[in-house]
């Protein structure tokens, strides 16, 4: 257990939804990352939050956006739900010292 | 640019040695890390490198790093069923998130 929880575990949804996918960060990490695992595109960088700031933004679309709040958990909110978007999202945290991320068990949308 | 490449697949005997291999591209990456993907399961940091360091040992696990080749190395001894999983390389150019490989899948056979 890497202490990095993440809600739901699995969605599934329509064309054209909206949804918002949480995560929790370990203990006293202040950054957080999110990633998607996708069949075709391996693991892909999304978007970084530091202390409730974006730090840095990957290949994140428009239609998706996240935010860290003050108790330092995030959300990923993706809208327009497009077929291709079912993957698995992962978040992850670090310590101040950036070297180490650790990863939760992942969120996996399924988009019908 | 940045780029990650590894071999798709692996497949060892039971009690043999794994080598899973990586290839990155940007000499500016101060740590590169292996991670380990069990099915349905998320990723756990299995260990990591930093970049002026040339080899890691951590129980069943020995990192060797060519940093010259830009060549990384996951050698896993006495493999066990339990290590059938997707191993992933990952680099951390400069101060920047993580850029993965496309993941090695190793197969044990008993």
């Known amino acids: 257990d890497s202490g990095v929880t993440q809600t739901p575990k699995h969605l599934i949804t329509a064309t054209g939804q909206r949804v918002t996918l949480r995560c929790s960060p370990r203990?006293?990490?202040?950054?957080v990352y999110w990633y998607q695992q996708s069949l075709d595109q391996g693991l892909q960088f999304l978007i970084q939050?530091?202390?409730?700031?974006?730090?840095a933004k990957g290949n994140i679309l428009e239609r998706f956006s996240a935010q860290q709040f003050p108790d330092l958990h995030s959300e990923l909110n993706l809208s327009s739900l497009e077929l291709g978007d079912s993957a698995l999202y992962f978040c992850?945290?670090?310590?101040?010292?950036?070297?180490?991320?650790?990863f939760g068990p992942g969120t996996r949308l399924l988009v019908l | 640019g940045e780029d990650v490449e590894q071999s798709l697949f692996l497949s060892v005997r039971e009690g043999d040695s794994s080598v899973i291999n990586c290839t990155y591209t940007?000499?500016?990456?101060?740590?590169l890390y292996w991670y380990k993907q069990e099915p349905g399961a998320g990723l756990q940091l299995l260990t990591y490198?930093?970049?002026?360091?040339d080899m890691k040992q951590d129980q069943r696990l020995t990192v060797l790093l060519n940093k010259k080749d830009k060549h990384l190395s996951l050698r896993i001894a006495d493999t066990q069923t339990g290590d059938s999983a997707i191993y992933f390389c990952?680099?951390?150019?400069?101060?920047?998130?993580?850029?993965f490989g496309k993941g090695t899948r190793l197969s044990v056979i008993a």
């Open positions: 992850a945290s670090s310590p101040l010292s950036g070297e180490t991320q650790y």
């Open positions: 203990s006293g990490d202040l950054s």
């Open positions: 939050y530091y202390n409730g700031e974006e730090r």
């Open positions: 940007d000499s500016s990456s101060t740590y």
């Open positions: 490198i930093f970049s002026n360091m």
């Open positions: 990952a680099e951390r150019p400069g101060n920047t998130p993580l850029v």
